[in-house]
């Protein structure tokens, strides 16, 4: 009874549609608001960070004659800025931006991981999850305020110790947590 009346008032003032928009405010909006919270929220790695760490990487290889490739990546993988320095080999472009992936996709720095499979060879099968795999130093996630956000790869220094350090620049370019792998 009380429904038919507001649906009869809904109706005169917005016609059909609004009848139906109503009714469904009133039976099932609620549902969907109650929904929306429920969903996860993630903070976003905004492209202007990933550009200034590429760049930074670059600037720390370049000032020590190294030539790289640095990218970024988001937390699911998926390629935010890459830059290749001059003069760097073909290459890097690819190595570093696996290093990113493998790094954002286990969250942890890839010669932490590198070292890890050495030392236990039967998770070996990790390097074969897939084809964006690299198990190489020079890779670092990206934590900013206790979030992964993404991750930073650099291919080209000559050791993967100098990648990670290269590295390491771009996460102070962005103000982000140090992922300088462990000591050996």
Known sequence: MVMGRILRSLGRGLGYVGVIAGAWCLVGGGAVANAAEDLPRESVLPSALAVKAVQAALEFCKKDGYRVSASVVDRAGVLRSMLRADGAGPHTVESSRKKAYTAASLRRATTDLAEMISKQPSLQALRDMNDSILM?????????AGEVVGAIGVGGAPGTHLDDACAEAGLDALGAASKVPSAK
């Open 136 to 144: 190489v130093g020079g890779g670092l996630p990206i934590e900013i």
